[in-house]
């Protein structure tokens, strides 16, 4: 609650709704805007206008983009043989940063949970099967959380596909930087576990 | 960096320059607005052209409104003859959320600042003295932020106002709810400094 008028008011409330954001960052962001709503408000409600009209999924594998078929579905350039499997469009992001992965993203759309009655059938995995069987795959890299969730799917995936194509998943082990200290006991015992002659 | 196309590459760019929000935070922030486009981004775009346009300074004390003249200016109830001093429309709701004050304000958008290079007349601080003489002003509560750029610009105000009107400002001591343990030697002095018989 502020003594701010109703518009601002909504403007508040609408922004707190954000992640990362709460109602005291949401009023310093406000206010922000409101001082400089010539050259930062304006042409950001503008900007989310033009994408709330043209943002859309992917139809192949709901990356967000402006198009049905999404630029890394359509790029010709990309391996046809690998997909990368991820949970969520950030993820896909995070991947392609790294820039390293030349294939195609399935991205599921959230991970099995039992808590939350999350079942195959609403995430994208029937069409991950689909696109195992008709894109001529040969091999599906799980590029899951590793949450209990994230694990969880990982291996229902794996049980669907591993008798039509090789699934394989992300390394785990210490990060590039990680400090032993620093790391829980199941980051070292995996670790410990995949650990290779130097 | 994402492998976004172009206009959700500028609104993650636009979003990254909120306060409280970096690059990663204001990533995941549009991808929730793109999932709730239709009953999020389109609304809050609304209202952001709404607030663009409407909102202003009040022309008397700088608090954020959609009037030359601000509701709390405005309201005939509220005493006249006090005038709290805030460095920000952010301090002047966080005082009206605490309901206890029923005078009226000056913002003076910021504060003295030495390295800022920033003088008297880049604040308010000359409308302050012009509203203390005109408006029958018996005090003057300087609410300034208890930092060094706050007390030396509450000092140079009680400085040119003292020999007009009743200066004074908020106590510093013990927050409500503090424990001794968690605060710094300063607050822990001026609460020793300024103690009352109970």
């Known amino acids: 609650m502020t003594d701010a008028p109703k518009e601002?008011?909504?403007l508040i409330e609408m922004m707190a709704k954000l992640p990362g954001l709460g109602p005291r960052s949401a009023r310093r962001a406000v206010l922000h805007l409101i001082k400089k709503r010539g050259v930062l408000m304006t042409p950001l409600a503008d900007t989310m206008h033009t994408v709330a009209a043209t943002a859309r999924e992917c139809l192949n594998c709901a990356n967000i983009s402006v198009a049905d078929i999404c630029p890394i579905c359509a790029a010709e350039k990309r391996s046809?043989?690998?997909i990368c499997v991820v949970e969520d469009v950030a993820d896909l992001?995070?991947?392609?940063?790294?820039?390293v992965f030349k294939g195609r993203y399935h991205v599921l759309g959230g991970t099995l949970s039992a808590l939350d009655a999350i079942g195959p059938a609403d995430l994208r995995i029937p069409k991950l099967i689909d696109r195992v069987e008709t894109e001529n795959i040969t091999e599906v890299i799980l590029a899951l959380n590793a949450t209990i969730d994230g694990q969880t799917t990982a291996h229902y995936i794996a049980d669907q596909?591993?008798?039509?194509?090789?699934?394989?998943s992300l390394a785990q082990g210490v990060p590039i930087g990680g400090e032993l200290d620093y790391l829980d006991d199941g980051t070292i015992t995996a670790a410990l576990k995949a650990r290779k002659k130097v």
């Open 93 to 99: 992001w995070a991947m392609e940063r790294a820039g």
């Open 161 to 168: 596909l591993e008798h039509r194509v090789s699934v394989t």
């Open 80 to 82: 046809n043989g690998e």
């Open 8 to 10: 601002i008011e909504t």
